[in-house]
Structure formats: structure tokens, C-alpha cells
Nanobody, 122 residues
Framework: QVQLVESGGGLEQPGGSLRLSCAAS????????MGWYRQAPGKQRELVAS???????NYADSVKGRFTISRDNAKNTVYLQMNSLKPEDTAVYYC????????????????WGQGTQVTVSS
């Protein structure tokens, strides 16, 4: 069974930094795109950043210039470096990955992490 395990969330002051990690494990053939989403209380889940298997990236306008997404394909891991944090960044952050499992290597499905809380407050 394929699983995504997230880490790195917590409490940080405005202007501070956090780095989120998400590692995929299990019987995996390959991983296509990976990304980070977030959901604040009372709001819809939104895409924060995404990265293709080749390293091309996209960012939400609200985080562009402050956040950086990266991945280590050898470790099946995606990262989100968050700098210059603002209170508006407070949310539950979810890891997403489009994965081809060994049992069906020609078929891709989306997997999600359990979510990790990020709180930015003084």
C-alpha cells in the first residue's frame, strides 16, 4: 500500500521559516507530479505549489517569492521551504502525489497525506 507521510509543521512567528517534508513509501513504480495544498478554517482547499517529475514548478500568487517547492526523486520526497511567513499562511497543509503503483504501472492515481498544521502567530 502506498502512503504519504508528512512532517515539519508547527508554530512559527511572522517572518520566520519552516520546511515541510513529504515522503512516499510502498511498492511504487514512479511518481509524476507532486504538490502542496492548504486549507484554512472556513476556506476552500487551495493549491500552494506543485512540481513535475522534471522539476518544473508552479506557485500560488500569495506565496510566490516566499515559498520554494523541491523534490528528491531518489527518496520519493517533496519539500516545501516556507520563508517570510505571515499569519495568513496559517492552515493545514496537505501533500499530494500522482503515483503509478507497481501493480498497475500504466495507471496513475492521486494520493494524499494526512495533513500537518502550520500556525504563524506572535
Amino acid at each position: 500500500q502506498v502512503q504519504l507521510v508528512e512532517s515539519g509543521g508547527g508554530l512559527e512567528q511572522p517572518g520566520g521559516s519552516l520546511r515541510l517534508s513529504c515522503a512516499a513509501s510502498g511498492r511504487i513504480f514512479s511518481i509524476d507530479a507532486m504538490g502542496w495544498y492548504r486549507q484554512a478554517p472556513g476556506k476552500q482547499r487551495e493549491l500552494v505549489a506543485s512540481i513535475t517529475s522534471g522539476g518544473s514548478t508552479n506557485y500560488a500568487d500569495s506565496v510566490k517569492g516566499r515559498f520554494t517547492i523541491s523534490r528528491d526523486n531518489a527518496k520519493n520526497t517533496v519539500y516545501l521551504q516556507m520563508n517570510s511567513l505571515k499569519p495568513e499562511d496559517t492552515a493545514v497543509y496537505y501533500c499530494n502525489a500522482d503515483i503509478r503503483p507497481w501493480v498497475t504501472p500504466t495507471l496513475t492515481r492521486a494520493y494524499w497525506g494526512q495533513g500537518t498544521q502550520v500556525t504563524v502567530s506572535s
